[in-house]
């Protein structure tokens, strides 16, 4: 008797099929490999670096070297949102620079 290797049936020793599920016994013969089912690979996403940005302009604004040297790794990313946000969180930092000054001057 051969059981089936699919749902365990029991079956004739000359079946080539399973009965009960109709699985095709020769695609599992004791020592052939069977074939593999494709395997689905996702698609490699590219790190938008948002922790760093968020990080850039809430540093920018407490203390703006922070918001500096964050922009500067920002822009040294290869992703171009990365880089369009390190430019901006520079002027941002620098603009909330030059206010902090002119307000503790007064």
């Given at each position: ?79 171009e949102k990365a880089k ?10 620098l603009f909330i620079w ?5 307000i503790m001057n007064r």
């Open positions: 008797m051969k059981i089936c290797p699919n749902c365990g049936e029991q079956l004739a020793d000359e079946a080539i099929f399973c009965k009960s599920c109709g699985v095709n016994l020769d695609d599992f013969v004791v020592g052939k490999e069977t074939p593999a089912a494709p395997q689905y690979i996702p698609p490699v996403e590219e790190n938008d670096h948002k922790i760093a940005i968020i990080l850039g302009y809430v540093g920018g604004f407490i203390w703006p070297i922070i918001g500096l040297i964050v922009a500067i790794y920002l822009l040294t990313r290869d992703s369009k946000h390190g430019k901006y969180v520079i002027l941002f930092s030059v206010v902090s000054l002119l």
